[in-house]
């Protein structure tokens, strides 16, 4: 079997100049949005993260919208961002009312 190389610095480099800051972004946004609903079901339940997930999407929206991202792709997070905060208000609901356990419990 052949010796898998590191690679070396210039080619990290090279692959760093094909990546695009608004691709990063896109990639976290997703994982955070999965994060998010996540963390509003009743396995997982964290209110806190919950709410951080949905202030990162709404604080990126628009920096996203400016540099030009395809505006299908910023109205399907808007869109994810939506709904997690439906399932945020409905999980904050239950909790009230104490129809759930915490995670853990």
């Known amino acids: 079997m052949a010796e898998e190389r590191l690679p070396t610095e210039?080619?990290?480099r090279e692959?760093?100049?094909r990546v695009a800051v608004s691709d990063i972004l896109l990639n976290a946004l997703s994982a955070t949005a999965s994060l998010g609903f996540r963390r509003v079901s009743q396995e997982a339940r964290d209110l806190k993260q919950a709410r951080m997930a949905i202030e990162a999407l709404r604080a990126l929206e628009p920096v996203l919208r400016e540099?030009?991202?395809d505006e299908a792709v910023v109205r399907d997070l808007e869109q994810a961002?939506?709904?997690l905060q439906l399932a945020y208000a409905k999980a904050v609901e239950?909790?009230?009312s104490g129809e759930t356990e915490p995670a853990g419990a």
Do not use: I, P, Q, T
């Open 10 to 12: 210039e080619e990290l």
């Open 67 to 69: 540099s030009g991202v």
């Open 94 to 96: 239950e909790e009230k």
């Open 15 to 17: 692959a760093l100049d």
């Open 81 to 83: 961002r939506a709904n």
